[in-house]
């Protein structure tokens, strides 16, 4: 499995950038895939959760009703649609992907078999 994360850049505190992830390798059915972010100095955390198969999302706290999971199944394609961006919101942006049942929790890194490469988001204050 491969992902390959994009939509990242420079963007005002407001704005609203849809972040992608393409998946290859693998048509998703019944697995896990998640956003997880790192600002710089701080260790990963959890942002959204999506289980593919029954559309079931999850959201960090500082997120909730800002961000919105959602996926395309025809492209293979996890989303990130951000919205009222704020400072804090500036970090690597990194999609995952779970193959078979949960282990952990959707909201621990431990949890996730496949990472892509990441994406950059940055809001200035």
């Known amino acids: 499995v491969q992902l390959q994360a994009s939509g990242g850049g420079l963007v005002q505190a407001g704005g609203s950038p849809r972040l992608s992830c393409a998946a290859s390798?693998?048509?998703?059915?019944?697995?896990?895939m998640a956003w997880f972010r790192q600002a710089p100095g701080k260790e990963r955390e959890f942002v959204a959760a999506?289980?593919?198969?029954?559309?079931?999302?999850l959201y960090a706290d500082s997120v909730k009703g800002r961000f919105t999971i959602s996926r395309d199944n025809a492209q293979n394609t996890l989303y990130l649609q951000t919205n009222s961006l704020k400072p804090e919101d500036t970090a690597l942006y990194f999609c995952?992907?779970?193959?078979?049942?949960?282990?952990?929790?959707?909201?621990?890194?431990?949890?996730?078999?496949?990472w892509g490469q990441g994406t950059l988001v940055t809001s200035p204050a």
């Open positions: 999506f289980t593919w198969g029954n559309l079931n999302t």
């Open positions: 390798g693998r048509t998703f059915s019944s697995d896990y």
């Open positions: 995952t992907a779970r193959v078979g049942n949960l282990r952990v929790g959707r909201t621990s890194a431990s949890e996730y078999d496949y």
